[in-house]
């Protein structure tokens, strides 16, 4: 497909477990960026990853999440002996990092995974 | 400190009408970009429409058109004869700096159209 993709697109998991949510971005973007949304705290990025660079991981809320790129496309961002608190949409997005223009550098989403910590 | 602000409750909108989403950022970086971004019930978060810093237009993309007002630091949206399925929770975010590609986003506006 020509979008990001995600999966699973719902997980439901007990209190306790390691969860792996996976993210493909679009085919010759360059960035990716996790992102969870919860009704407490509205978008609130997690990590970007760019090229080769270090990744920027400042937006992680505990050394429980963790995310790696393999590759320089697909991500996994894995969250450890999950919290109740965890439970949130986690959206992945990519972009070209083409600065300027009419769309500059737009980060497209994809559709997100719904992770539900029991 | 928020750096983007949405503070509109609810919004019913008849069909075919306009409505404008109002939005302000805070940010000291002269180089910034402001972006719009759609989430209807499926969850998805759609792109609508881009305003950089240096942009000496207001920006346009179909219906969407932006209201950027730099010195008021207001980005408004507005949508021109509103469909129903414009229907959705709507996102302003903000970029700032050269560096920095993370996007800080405002709480939402709901949008609800009506026949």
């Known amino acids: 497909g020509a979008g990001v993709s995600q999966s699973p697109s719902n997980k439901v998991t007990e209190k306790g477990k390691d969860v792996e949510l996976r993210c493909d971005p679009i085919?010759?973007?360059?960035?990716l960026y996790w992102y969870r949304q919860s009704l407490g705290q509205g978008l609130e990025f997690l990590i970007y990853?760019?090229?080769?660079?270090?990744?920027?991981k400042s937006g992680l809320p505990s050394d429980r999440f963790s995310a790696e790129r393999t590759g320089g496309s697909v991500s996994t961002l894995t969250i450890q002996r999950t919290q109740q608190e965890d439970s949130a949409v986690y959206l992945c997005?990519?972009?070209?990092?083409?600065?300027?223009?009419?769309?500059?550098?737009?980060?497209?989403f994809g559709p997100g995974t719904r992770l539900t910590v029991l | 400190a928020q750096k983007i602000t949405q503070t509109q409750p609810g919004m019913f909108v008849q069909e075919k009408e306009a409505v404008t989403l109002d939005c302000t950022y805070d940010?000291?970086?002269?180089?910034?970009?402001l972006f719009w971004y759609k989430q209807p019930s499926s969850g998805e978060m759609i792109f609508l429409i881009y305003?950089?810093?240096?942009?000496?237009q207001n920006a346009t993309e179909g219906r969407y058109s932006l209201n950027f007002q730099k010195a008021r630091k207001s980005a408004n949206l507005v949508i021109s004869a509103s469909q129903l399925g414009d229907s959705a929770m709507y996102f302003c975010?903000?970029?700032?700096?050269?560096?920095?590609?993370?996007?800080?986003f405002g709480k939402g506006n709901q949008v609800v159209v009506i026949p």
């Open positions: 997005a990519s972009s070209s990092e083409i600065r300027g223009g009419r769309r500059g550098d737009t980060q497209y």
């Open positions: 085919s010759g973007h360059t960035a």
């Open positions: 990853f760019q090229g080769n660079s270090a990744p920027d």
């Open positions: 940010t000291s970086d002269p180089s910034y970009g």
């Open positions: 305003q950089g810093s240096y942009d000496q």
């Open positions: 975010a903000m970029r700032e700096g050269r560096g920095n590609n993370r996007l800080a």
